[in-house]
């Protein structure tokens, strides 16, 4: 018995429109939005047989924005496909008492994003563009997915949860 998936993957190839070549494009899409339906259908045939379940994919703010500072429109495209996946499968899966969800992380330091985060350039963009003028903390983003996996959320499905000091609202 399987309750809850986090699908959580991400990578990009930092390219724009102009410049993307078919390899890049497919190595975003086959990461970030194409392992995520297929994770999910495998388990959600298995929630199924349950009739329960929680699944809750991380996208990004990227799925919801566009940001002519990042180069990365395959990440953009691909995050945004989670966030409409997300919705698709929740409308779907929700007869069998699974609820689908979304989170949108703003910026937080991981292994992936150190080296960028750092700079003093991306601070101070960062800074300018996040009303708490801050990167997020590791435990604000757990918060967000515990809740989605609790019986308290039981309710809540095809949500898309924004966990990003703000940079969506404005």
């Known amino acids: ?27 975003t899409m086959d990461i970030d939005l ?6 999910t259908r495998a388990f959600a045939n298995i929630m199924k ?7 809750i994919n991380i996208a990004s703010i990227y799925g919801l924005v566009g940001n002519p500072a990042m180069d990365t429109v395959a990440y953009h495209t691909s995050k945004g496909g989670v966030v409409n ?13 699974i609820t689908v969800n979304a989170i949108c992380p703003g910026y937080f330091e991981t292994e992936l994003t150190h080296d960028t985060l750092v700079t003093k350039e991306f601070t ?8 708490l003028g801050r990167y997020g903390n590791e435990g604000e983003l757990n918060a967000g997915a515990i809740f989605l996996a609790s019986e308290e959320a039981s309710y809540v499905t095809g949500v ?10 404005i």
């Open 34 to 39: 194409k392992s995520v339906f297929l994770v």
């Open 124 to 131: 101070a963009y960062m800074k300018a563009t996040v009303p």
């Open 85 to 97: 996946f997300t919705r698709a499968v929740a409308a779907e899966l929700a007869k069998y008492n």
């Open 1 to 27: 018995k399987v309750d809850v998936l986090v699908n959580c993957a991400g990578a990009s190839k930092n390219a724009g429109v102009l410049n993307m070549t078919d390899e890049e494009w497919d190595f």
């Open 49 to 55: 047989k349950h009739n329960y379940g929680r699944i």
């Open 160 to 169: 898309i949860l924004p966990i990003d000091g703000g940079y969506t609202c």
